[in-house]
């Protein structure tokens, strides 16, 4: 099929890639020229394993193209996915001006059928919107669909070629069956195809990533009372999630969750709820405990040091959300930086693919390590703030050489409780004694 994909962010582009590679012809449209030229040169633009050999071998095949111009793209495409940023406004809300910015120019661009497909994670009532912003200029039949993503950061060319199941609203029986056809290759294992319609489509997105993070913060508050109590979280979650109705997977405490999805899809699923008279009083909890979770190291190391940071020289592990990935949006990483530079303290921080962003945000505030041994030269702590596996098995007798304090506030929970005392460190996790 002939497909067009606007918008090159992290679900754009790995949406563009993963439907070139089971042969369809892909254009990927994006407003930022030195960007297309920089993919029409062969260069991802963003770090995700696995989606650069596929990159390369489409475009090597002729099946991937770039461009910036959105008529060309449009005139030469069935399907349009719409894979566009909706980023929260100060309310909360899902800014749509994107993703209808986009909808009212294609209605004078489409000559015959096309399926236009909301890729973005967007608000219920959304593809009415994007529906009635194209019907103002166009003259052709089309049909708007919700087809939300569920791709995780790190596994996303996974996530895309075997799904759990894929999710598509729409009303439209042509749409249907030409949207069978086109995700038929990914399903040869039995894993669902689910038709709905429009609005449920996209509240199953906000749930899914709502009820997450809310799984995420419910582990990190039973992390917290364990600390209280003299309890093991370790423990706890291997009881908990070994009961086939809870599950194993997003049991893990830590730092609180970041990234692109969580924080704006919980703030939009409220906002939309607050704007239909209802309120998610579970949500704002999750909300209110996340963003507390961020910094509790920071509140530890203060009271460590005997309430003041002034002058501390604080080593940081791990700058993105999280590990596989160089997103830094909403990273509890930052979090900690802003907090310790308020508190007086200097940061020194190194992560295998993130610096060059957080560089690009804060710029000079804090230094920057070729690895993750030259931040901890006199360093007065570390603090670990994402989980990449390269942190997991340090060289700890050349950080005791390199520290002037051995002492390790962990947010990930990396290491072996009886280990790191063998080895001489003070150890701060989240809710272990």
């Known amino acids: 099929m002939n497909i067009a994909v606007v918008g090159t ?3 754009g582009l790995v949406t563009g890639t993963c439907l070139a590679e089971t042969g369809n012809s892909v254009i990927c449209v994006d407003i930022d020229e030195e960007k297309v030229k920089k993919m029409q040169d062969g260069i991802v633009p963003i770090y ?49 001006s994107y993703v209808l910015g ?25 593809a009415e919107k994007v529906h009635a912003a194209v019907a103002a200029n166009a003259k052709v039949e089309f049909d708007i669909v919700s087809n939300p993503e569920f791709l995780r950061e790190g596994f996303a060319v996974e996530d895309f070629m075997k799904p759990d199941r894929i999710v598509i609203g729409t009303s439209s029986d042509r ?19 689910i038709f709905m319609d429009e609005k449920s489509a996209e509240l199953t997105k906000y749930a899914a990533n709502a009820f997450l993070a809310t799984k995420i913060t419910f582990m990190n508050e039973i992390a917290n009372l364990c600390e209280k109590v003299g309890a093991n979280v370790d423990m ?19 730092i609180g969750y970041g990234g692109s999805c969580f924080p704006k899809d919980v703030q939009a699923i409220v906002r939309s709820a607050h704007e239909s008279a209802m309120e998610l009083n579970i949500l704002n909890a999750v909300m209110q405990v996340n ?4 910094t509790i190291h920071v509140r530890r190391l203060k009271e460590y040091f005997g309430g003041s940071l002034k002058g501390k020289k604080i080593a940081l592990w791990g700058l993105a959300f999280k590990p596989n990935t160089d997103d830094i949006r909403e990273a509890p990483a930052l979090y900690i930086i802003d ?13 295998p693919e993130a610096m060059n962003n957080v560089k690009s945000v804060i710029g000079d505030k ?68």
């Not at 009881?239 to 830590?254: A, C, M």
């Not at 963003?291 to 961020?294: F, G, S, V």
């Not at 596996?389 to 409780?417: A, C, E, H, Q, W």
């Open 102 to 126: 986009v909808a009212n120019e294609l209605g004078s661009m489409i000559d015959e059928y096309k399926i236009i497909i909301d890729k973005s994670t967007v608000p219920v009532g959304t």
């Open 291 to 294: 963003e507390k979770q961020k």
């Open 48 to 96: 995700e394993p696995g989606l650069e050999v596929l990159f390369e071998r489409n475009i090597k095949q002729d099946r991937l193209h770039f461009t910036t111009d959105l008529k060309k793209a449009v005139a030469a495409s069935q399907i349009i996915f719409l894979a566009l940023p909706t980023p929260p406004g100060e309310d909360g809300s899902a800014d749509l």
């Open 366 to 433: 804090i230094s920057y390590g070729e690895n993750q041994y030259d931040v901890l030269k006199e360093a007065d702590a570390l603090v670990v703030a994402t989980e990449w596996s390269v942190f997991r098995t340090p060289d700890f007798d050349k950080m005791r050489t390199l520290m002037n304090k051995d002492v390790i506030f962990d947010g990930r929970n990396l290491y072996d409780l009886e280990h790191i005392k063998e080895r001489g460190f003070e150890y701060f996790s989240i809710g272990r004694p």
């Open 175 to 193: 749409a249907i069956e030409v949207l069978d056809e086109l995700y038929q290759p990914y399903v040869r294992q039995g894993n669902p195809i």
């Open 9 to 11: 962010g992290y679900v």
């Open 236 to 254: 706890v979650r291997i009881g908990i999630g070994s009961d086939n109705r809870i599950g194993k997977r997003f049991l893990f405490p830590g």
């Open 339 to 351: 907090s310790l530079i308020n508190e007086g303290a200097t940061v020194s921080a190194y992560d």
